[in-house]
């Protein structure tokens, strides 16, 4: 935010990240092409079906000029709801904390100080989505519209296959953000199971995923904050 973006947001809102591929094909058809090509498809199939994704992160965000590193954990939760991928995130360490990205906005909720900061999106809504939900329900063919792909290597990462894509955002906006990402896919499911998204500041987040579970019931009180009768909201400017 991310994305949001949730790994760009994340260091902003002391959370960790976040996240959509991005797939290219080249005209000739090598091996690398195909097994991008390969992927693509079982991305596409995946996202016909996709109504929700529930995962545990590990989300780990690195300050070079400090030499730090920000580590969180907790659960993260995705569903489909008309044209929009919603997220969630239920941050358990080191310290509780909430993140509800939806209608182009993102709400960070924190209950040690019974506060919720809420960022609006809305002007670069389509380029904080597509890092928001990074690997989790968008299809190959529409995100090649943003990003320039190439298929690295094959890892197995916890036992299971993955290609390793390297994404660079095709818009300068994007590139400002993260010049450039790796991003492990499941070969066989079409998700995401690890990503590292690098600044041009030398800075980068890396996002881990384990359990991940598709298309299961996830109820409506995961996509509310659980706030008080005396949350207070605040809204930064800029």
Same mark, same amino acid.
């Given at each position: 935010?991310?994305?949001?973006?949730?790994?760009?947001?994340?260091?902003?809102?002391?959370?960790?990240?976040?996240?959509?591929?991005?797939?290219?094909?080249?005209?000739?058809?090598?091996?690398?092409?195909?097994?991008?090509?390969?992927?693509?498809?079982?991305?596409?199939?995946?996202?016909?079906?996709?109504?929700?994704?529930?995962?545990?992160?590990?989300?780990?965000?690195?300050?070079?000029?400090?030499?730090?590193?920000?580590?969180?954990?907790?659960?993260?939760?995705?569903?489909?709801?008309?044209?929009?991928?919603?997220?969630?995130?239920?941050?358990?360490?080191?310290?509780?904390?909430?993140?509800?990205?939806?209608?182009?906005?993102?709400?960070?909720?924190?209950? =040690?100080?019974? $506060?919720?900061?809420?960022?609006?999106?809305?002007?670069? *809504?389509? /380029?904080?989505? +597509?890092?928001?939900? %990074?690997?989790?329900?968008?299809?190959?063919?529409?995100?090649?519209?943003?990003?320039?792909?190439?298929?690295?290597?094959?890892?197995?990462?916890?036992?299971?296959?993955?290609?390793?894509?390297?994404?660079?955002?095709?818009?300068?906006?994007?590139?400002?953000?993260?010049?450039?990402?790796?991003?492990?896919?499941?070969?066989?499911?079409?998700? =995401?199971?690890? $990503?590292?998204?690098?600044?041009?500041?030398?800075?980068? *987040?890396? /996002?881990?995923? +384990?359990?991940?579970? %598709?298309?299961?019931?996830?109820?409506?009180?995961?996509?509310?904050?659980?706030?008080?009768?005396?949350?207070?909201?605040?809204?930064?400017?800029?």
């Amino acid at each position: 935010m991310n994305p949001l973006l949730m790994f760009g947001w994340c260091r902003q809102m002391s959370l960790g990240f976040v996240g959509i591929i991005f797939l290219a094909v080249a005209s000739a058809q090598t091996p690398d092409s195909n097994e991008l090509q390969r992927v693509l498809s079982q991305m596409d199939q995946t996202a016909a079906s996709f109504r929700t994704a529930q995962a545990g992160f590990v989300w780990d965000q690195y300050q070079k000029v400090v030499d730090d590193h920000d580590v969180q954990k907790g659960t993260v939760y995705f569903r489909r709801t008309g044209n929009e991928i919603q997220m969630a995130a239920d941050i358990r360490e080191p310290a509780l904390k909430y993140v509800i990205f939806s209608e182009g906005k993102v709400q960070f909720y924190q209950p =040690s100080i019974d $506060q919720v900061t809420t960022f609006n999106t809305s002007k670069d *809504r389509g /380029a904080v989505e +597509s890092f928001m939900v %990074l690997g989790f329900g968008g299809s190959g063919k529409d995100m090649l519209k943003s990003f320039d792909v190439k298929n690295i290597d094959a890892e197995k990462l916890n036992g299971i296959d993955t290609a390793k894509l390297e994404l660079v955002p095709k818009s300068v906006k994007g590139r400002n953000m993260f010049d450039h990402i790796w991003l492990w896919v499941d070969t066989s499911r079409g998700v =995401s199971v690890q $990503q590292q998204l690098f600044e041009p500041s030398g800075d980068y *987040r890396v /996002a881990k995923y +384990s359990d991940i579970q %598709l298309n299961q019931k996830i109820p409506d009180s995961v996509f509310k904050l659980k706030i008080t009768s005396k949350t207070k909201f605040v809204s930064p400017q800029g």
